[in-house]
């Protein structure tokens, strides 16, 4: 008993030390943040000695961040829903209904994880150009919106249904819009907010996409948008530090209340990419 709780305490520490190590980085960015330049140059250490928001204020009344903020937001949640609902319905049909072609339909979905997506750009970029959707929230969101680890997962949900289910609904007169939104749908809430939540943070923290497709500050994305903050900046730590903070804020604030449904997502999503 006493080996084991020697091997406890010492993967625990093992484990606090790890934690520290990871949590380092956002704890130095924040006491940068909360500093003036002249204090941080003067290598005041990691501690947080000084409650200076001049940095804060700065970003938000010269840079578009509220902005960018409206611009992600936007893009990141249509794009979530659309791929649900869409993801949804594909694995449904997949799933439960009968027409020709429908394994090779699934094959070419599950063959799609081996295209890499930047390998798609340049077409990508190409056909937006053509429908004259450059510099708009619909160039942003169209490509974005072939995510087939989604039409797996549900499929595989969808197929662990009893087809009893099914059958005893379509006696009853029901369609299959109302078996899948109100019967199938209800049953996968949990699967369902787990996939929202990995492809609204995929979304969100996408850079190169919208780096190409967007040509004015006013419709950047936050990952695109920085890079422009530091451009005008130039070497200013603190306003650095307040920028990152600043859009880094609603996906550690998402992460921190939804901690069990992202941990799920990562697990969904690392059991069919395995």
Do not use: H
């Not at 599950?110 to 970029?125: E, G, H, K, N, R």
């Not at 379509?170 to 819009?177: C, I, K, R, S, V």
């Not at 990952?223 to 903070?245: K, S």
């Amino acid at each position: 008993m006493t080996a084991r709780r020697a091997r406890n305490f010492a993967f625990s520490g093992i484990v606090l030390i790890a934690a520290m190590i990871w949590i380092f980085p956002l704890y130095w960015s924040l006491t940068t943040s909360l500093r003036s330049e002249n204090r941080i140059v003067s290598n005041a250490g990691v501690l947080i000695d000084e409650l200076n928001f001049a940095s804060y204020i700065e970003v938000l009344s010269t840079s578009k961040l509220p902005i960018w903020y409206l611009n992600s937001v936007a893009t990141s949640s249509i794009t979530t829903a659309i791929v649900l609902v869409t993801g949804m319905m594909c694995a449904y049909a997949l799933s439960q209904l009968q027409f020709p072609g429908r394994k090779a339909l699934y094959l070419l979905v599950v063959a799609s994880f081996m295209v890499p997506v930047p390998a798609l750009y340049v077409a990508q970029f190409i056909l937006m150009s053509d429908l004259g959707l450059v510099n708009t929230w619909w160039g942003i969101i169209l490509p974005q919106l072939i995510v087939p680890v989604v039409v797996i997962v549900y499929k595989q949900f969808f197929d662990a249904i009893p087809k009893e289910m099914r059958e005893a609904v379509l006696l009853d007169g029901g369609g299959e819009f109302t078996l899948l939104f109100k019967l199938y749908l209800p049953l996968n809430w949990g699967i369902t907010a787990a996939l929202a939540i990995i492809t609204f943070i995929s979304t969100w923290n996408n850079f190169f996409w919208p780096f190409l497709i967007v040509t004015s500050e006013s419709m950047m994305t936050i990952p695109v948008g920085i890079t422009q903050v530091n451009d005008a900046f130039g070497v200013a730590y603190a306003r650095m530090m307040a920028l990152a903070l600043l859009a880094a804020a609603p996906v550690i604030i998402g992460y921190l209340i939804f901690q069990k449904r992202v941990t799920e997502a990562v697990m969904i999503s690392a059991g069919v990419k395995g």
